[in-house]
């Protein structure tokens, strides 16, 4: 069974950081992306960043430059370092992770971040 425990969310202010952190484990299957999304109040999940097989990385364009992405050697645990937090990157962050075959999608439980002014 896929499991995706997060952690690292939680309160700071605005320009502090913050460092989320996702270990998937019963990962029985080959990743294709490992990654984030985010959901505020009344909006839609929207993918945040997320880090390929060949280790590339995608980022939407709000967090490029102060978001970073990474993965740990054992490719079965996501991280994303937030810096120069701001109040519009509130909301709950998921983990996601995509297998190469359809079917193999896996969501964590979400984190709460949120950034003061």
């Known amino acids: 069974q896929v499991q995706l425990v997060e952690s690292g969310g939680g309160l700071v202010q605005s320009g502090g950081s913050l460092r989320l952190s996702c270990a998937a484990s019963g990962i029985g299957f080959t990743i294709y992306t490992m990654g984030w999304y985010r959901q505020a109040p009344g909006k839609q999940r929207v993918l945040v960043a997320r880090?390929?097989?060949?280790?590339?990385?995608q980022y939407t364009q709000s967090v490029k430059g102060r978001f970073t992405i990474s993965r740990d050697n054992t490719g079965k645990t996501v991280l994303l370092q937030m810096n120069s937090l701001k109040p519009e990157d509130t909301a709950v962050y998921y983990c996601?992770?995509?297998?190469?075959?359809?079917?193999?999608?896996?969501w964590g439980q979400g984190t709460q971040v949120t950034v003061s002014s």
């Open positions: 996601n992770v995509l297998g190469i075959m359809a079917g193999d999608d896996y």
């Open positions: 880090i390929f097989s060949d280790s590339s990385t």
